[in-house]
């Protein structure tokens, strides 16, 4: 059979088709070049443009949470720092707050003419705190009314978070005393607390 030779047209051997193959690939680079002139891959510059204006737009709004975030932040640490304050100079140590205020209250009593007596306390804890608790003191006293007037004033006056929940008193069988029952409630922390 002869052999055809036009279906071997590779490697070319004449110089018009090598011509015509040239141009063909030169052609399609332009007008590959020339779609990617018209739509760059990041985007025209005007949309470009339009990006880093978004950009910086949500780059601003961030700081501005930063800046807030960082404020809270301060306010915060401002706020648990005065808290541990207070807890630590109102909210005794839960060991030593009976013994501390019944100590209190009877050197109250002895700058007046008024006679402690018997004395009881219970504790509560407080609720959605692990390390708080109420304590109710009851403390009974004897006493002039205008002894207990100024007994009471100076609990007022006290530097202990002292809330005075009631003050029952009843007068003595043919005297100027009084019998005197007083409940009281602070808080007091476990030891190991914000002190």
Same mark, same amino acid.
């Given at each position: 059979?002869? +052999?055809? $030779?036009?279906?071997? =047209?590779?490697?070319?051997?004449?110089?018009?088709?090598?011509? +015509? *193959?040239?141009?063909?690939?030169?052609?399609?680079?332009? %007008?590959?070049?020339? !779609? /990617?002139?018209? +739509?760059?891959?990041?985007?025209?510059?005007?949309?470009?443009?339009?990006?880093?204006?978004?950009?910086?737009?949500? *780059?601003?709004?961030?700081?501005?949470?930063?800046?807030?975030?960082?404020?809270?932040?301060?306010?915060?640490?401002?706020?648990? #720092?005065?808290?541990?304050?207070?807890?630590?100079?109102?909210? %005794?140590?839960? +060991?030593?707050?009976?013994?501390?205020?019944?100590?209190?209250?009877?050197?109250?009593?002895?700058?007046?003419?008024?006679?402690?007596?018997? $004395?009881?306390?219970?504790?509560?804890?407080?609720?959605?705190?692990?390390?708080?608790?109420?304590?109710?003191?009851?403390?009974?006293?004897?006493?002039? !009314?205008?002894? *207990?007037?100024? /007994? =009471?004033?100076?609990?007022?006056?006290?530097?202990? %978070?002292?809330?005075?929940?009631?003050?029952?008193?009843?007068?003595?069988?043919? #005297?100027? *005393?009084?019998?005197?029952?007083?409940?009281?409630?602070?808080?007091?922390?476990?030891?190991?607390?914000?002190?």
């Amino acid at each position: 059979m002869p +052999r055809n $030779s036009n279906f071997n =047209v590779w490697p070319p051997n004449n110089p018009g088709a090598i011509i +015509r *193959l040239s141009l063909g690939v030169l052609l399609a680079a332009n %007008l590959v070049a020339g !779609y /990617f002139v018209l +739509r760059p891959i990041g985007g025209s510059p005007q949309e470009l443009r339009q990006q880093v204006k978004d950009m910086t737009g949500q *780059l601003q709004q961030q700081r501005g949470v930063e800046d807030r975030t960082k404020a809270l932040v301060g306010k915060v640490e401002i706020g648990r #720092g005065e808290g541990d304050k207070f807890m630590g100079k109102y909210f %005794l140590p839960r +060991r030593t707050a009976y013994s501390t205020i019944i100590s209190e209250l009877n050197d109250l009593a002895s700058q007046l003419k008024v006679t402690p007596k018997e $004395s009881a306390y219970a504790t509560e804890p407080v609720d959605g705190t692990d390390n708080l608790f109420m304590m109710q003191i009851t403390a009974n006293y004897e006493a002039t !009314y205008a002894d *207990l007037v100024h /007994f =009471v004033n100076l609990i007022d006056k006290s530097n202990r %978070l002292l809330i005075m929940e009631s003050l029952n008193a009843t007068p003595q069988q043919g #005297g100027k *005393l009084l019998n005197v029952m007083l409940k009281l409630d602070t808080f007091v922390r476990e030891d190991g607390a914000a002190q």
